[in-house]
């Protein structure tokens, strides 16, 4: 029976993700696995926060609402590691704005299913004028946040400051379901890479956080190019049933 079941679950893993989504999520474990074993993170913690991670990108690449539910988690999780570097921009920005955010587009990635498929968020397509308010509120906030981080002392604070600013206009699209929202995280994993590479500079242990972020750039790559695809095909199923 328990054989049977585990069957059951492996077949539908199968039949959800494609073979070059498991060879990635497999791949990025590993990678992340190895850079914990090697440099030791910052205990479990880290190495717990990047598998988190690491399965929230895959499944939200899938438009699924779960890679929210766990970018809940992971937020939570990197927040705590931000702070114990004194990175307080990155522990602020993800526990004050990506944790809610994700909290928001979690609702609504459930409220917006692609033709009842509760696995499937309908994608989105932003207006030049809704382009424009969100460029006006990442500067506003962004803005805020250099002058708190300055008053804070935090490390770092230039790459801080361009990771608020990304990270903003990252969770902004992801609440409006825009493909565009992985490409956001991508631009933020370079600006993290940067600077968790100088926190690897100073202790050792960090670089494995860095080596998480290289690992999780690829999958918002990735991610990008299958919403992209995503929006384009619901589209066409769109106007094939408005014809029908």
């Not at 939200?60 to 809940?72: D, E, F, T, V, Y």
């Not at 992985?182 to 933020?188: F, M, R």
């Not at 100073?202 to 998480?212: G, I, N």
Request: glycine share 6%; with cysteine.
């Amino acid at each position: 029976m328990r054989f049977g079941c585990f069957l059951f679950l492996e077949e539908g893993v199968k039949r959800y993700f494609s073979l070059f989504e498991v060879v990635l999520w497999g791949i990025s474990v590993l990678l992340v696995t190895l850079a914990f074993v090697r440099f030791g993170g910052n205990g479990w913690l880290s190495y717990m926060a990047s598998l988190i991670g690491v399965t929230s990108l895959v499944l939200s690449a899938k438009g699924n609402p779960a890679g929210q539910a766990l970018m809940i988690v992971f937020s939570l999780l990197y927040g705590i590691l931000s702070w114990s570097f004194s990175y307080y921009g990155e522990m602020m920005t993800y526990l004050g704005m990506t944790l809610p955010m994700a909290v928001l587009s979690l609702i609504q990635w459930v409220r917006h299913p692609f033709r009842g498929k509760r696995d499937q968020v309908a994608a989105e397509s932003l207006k030049a004028k809704e382009v424009a308010f969100m460029l006006f509120l990442s500067a506003v906030v962004t803005t805020g946040f250099f002058f708190l981080l300055r008053a804070l002392g935090n490390a770092c604070l230039p790459l801080s400051t361009l990771s608020v600013a990304t990270s903003f206009a990252a969770a902004y699209l992801t609440f409006r379901r825009s493909p565009y929202f992985a490409l956001a995280y991508a631009l933020n994993d370079l600006v993290l890479i940067l600077l968790w590479a100088a926190a690897s500079a100073e202790q050792s242990r960090y670089m494995s956080v860095t080596v998480c972020f290289c690992v999780f750039f690829v999958n918002d790559l990735y991610g990008f190019y299958r919403w992209l695809k995503r929006r384009k095909k619901q589209s066409e199923e769109e106007k094939e049933g408005k014809e029908m």
